[in-house]
Structures are given as C-alpha cells and as structure tokens.
C-alpha cells in the first residue's frame, strides 16, 4: 500500500461532530484551537440549508466554537455555486430558508414561480401545502428539480424530524422526476469546498458522525476519513455498509493531535 501523505487539510461535519443539540462536544473547541493556531485550511460543513455562513459563526461562537465565517461551507453555498456554474444569471422557486435564498441572490439569481429554470428545495421547518404544489406544478412544467442535500431525518431534542430528502421524496412521487443532490454524500460539494481553501483531496481528510453522509463523500473525494461516534452512528452500525472509514475514534477530542 502506498503511503499517505500528510494530511494538510480538514474538513469536518458540524452536528453531531463539533455539536450534538446545540451542545459542544467535549474537546471540540480544542481541535478548532489548534486548527487555528497551526495555520492548516479547514472548513466545517453541514448539509443544512437554512443558515447562512454568517448565522453560524454567530450560533457556533455562542457555544465557544470560534469558526470564521470563511471556514464554514453549506449545501447552500455549494448549490448556489453549482447553479452558477450550470446555468450563470438564472432563475429558481425556491423552498427553503435564509441560508439558501441568500446563497442564490449572491450569485445573481432571480427567485420566481412563472417558469423557473430550476425548483430548488433545502430545509426549513415550515414545508407548506402550497409551496410543495406550487412545486411539482413548475417541475411537471419543465424547471429542473435541484435539492441541497438527501438527508432523511435530522436532529432536534424531541427526536428526529423529516429533512429535505424525505420532502423530496414527496416531490418526486407526484412528478416521477428524481432531484440532483448536490450536498453530501455527492463528493461535488467536498471538491467544491477543497478548492475554496485551495487545499487537494491527496492531503486532506473528513471527519463525520454519519457513513452514509459524511465517510462516503470523503472516501469519493479521495479523502482520509475519520468516524467519531458522537452523533447518528454506533460502532455496530459500521459493518452494514460496503465501506470503512480510515479510522473510527470516540469523539473528534481523540484527533487533536493528528494535528500537527
């Protein structure tokens, strides 16, 4: 086997790896310390839509996560960046929060129901009857169907809540028409975010609580990927997937001083 290089770069999920329910994990203010004092690039990445950068900085900073706003990166900001790329000056109906309306309008897109180019849906906690039949009424028309990111579920202290994957779904059972994921596991947004702190999948690694998300979008980027179990996955969950990560640790604590 080849040897690795060093890892030169990191990314890491933000829920249940830095935080789990609004909560700082154990140690993950430590790791971002020493991120920050060894000069290496990183970012935090989340597949929710609904906040902008900027949000979660704010949000982070409450729990003592110091996190620039330049070293986070959303399935917001990487949709936007693909839109751009496809189809530059665009326009979108789009379901979602802040976080993605502002990621759009910053590249120049124009958000409209009358013939879209594109149906766009993120997350938000106020999915309506309306705005869903407005949906599949334009994708039955033609807009392309887009969505940030294919999670399911996602976490909230009363239990587990639908995610844009499971509205999406929906969507696609009334159209027959499948969305483009671009958030994880695509390894478009890992690339996307790479080059956004000019850093290569050779020498970076990915650290994540999910198999499914986070270790399967490092491993197709051509990442070194670290599992910790202080999120969605327990070690007996491991096995049933056709992938391993490169090394599973307790908590993201475990990896302070891969840092160096």
Avoid at 239 to 245: E, I, L, S
Wanted: aromatic share 6%; net charge negative.
């Amino acid at each position: 086997m080849a040897e690795r290089k060093p890892i030169e770069s990191w990314l890491t999920d933000m829920d249940g790896v830095l935080m789990h329910e609004g909560i700082p994990v154990p140690g993950a203010d430590t790791f971002i310390k020493r991120l920050r004092e060894s000069g290496k690039p990183f970012l935090v990445l989340t597949n929710n839509s609904i906040y902008t950068a900027r949000d979660l900085h704010a949000r982070l900073a409450r729990i003592g996560l110091d996190v620039p706003v330049e070293n986070i990166w959303t399935s917001a900001l990487a949709t936007a960046q693909f839109l751009d790329d496809q189809r530059p000056g665009g326009t979108a109906y789009v379901i979602g929060e802040a976080g993605l309306t502002t990621a759009l309008h910053d590249i120049g897109y124009v958000l409209t129901d009358a013939d879209p180019d594109y149906v766009v849906l993120g997350e938000t906690r106020t999915y309506s009857f309306e705005a869903l039949t407005k949906a599949i009424r334009l994708i039955n028309g033609g807009a392309r169907f887009i969505a940030t990111n294919p999670d399911e579920t996602g976490p909230s202290a009363g239990g587990p809540l639908p995610a844009t994957g499971s509205v999406a779904a929906l969507i696609t059972k009334a159209t027959g028409r499948e969305p483009y994921f671009v958030g994880k596991p695509n390894p478009l947004m890992m690339r996307a975010g790479l080059n956004a702190i000019g850093a290569h999948s050779e020498g970076s690694a990915m650290i994540g609580d999910r198999m499914d998300t986070d270790i399967l979008a490092g491993l197709e980027a051509g990442m070194r990927t670290f599992l910790v179990l202080t999120g969605l996955t327990r070690p007996e969950d491991i096995d049933r997937h056709p992938f391993r990560p490169s090394q599973v640790a307790d908590s993201i604590a475990d990896l302070v001083d891969l840092i160096v």
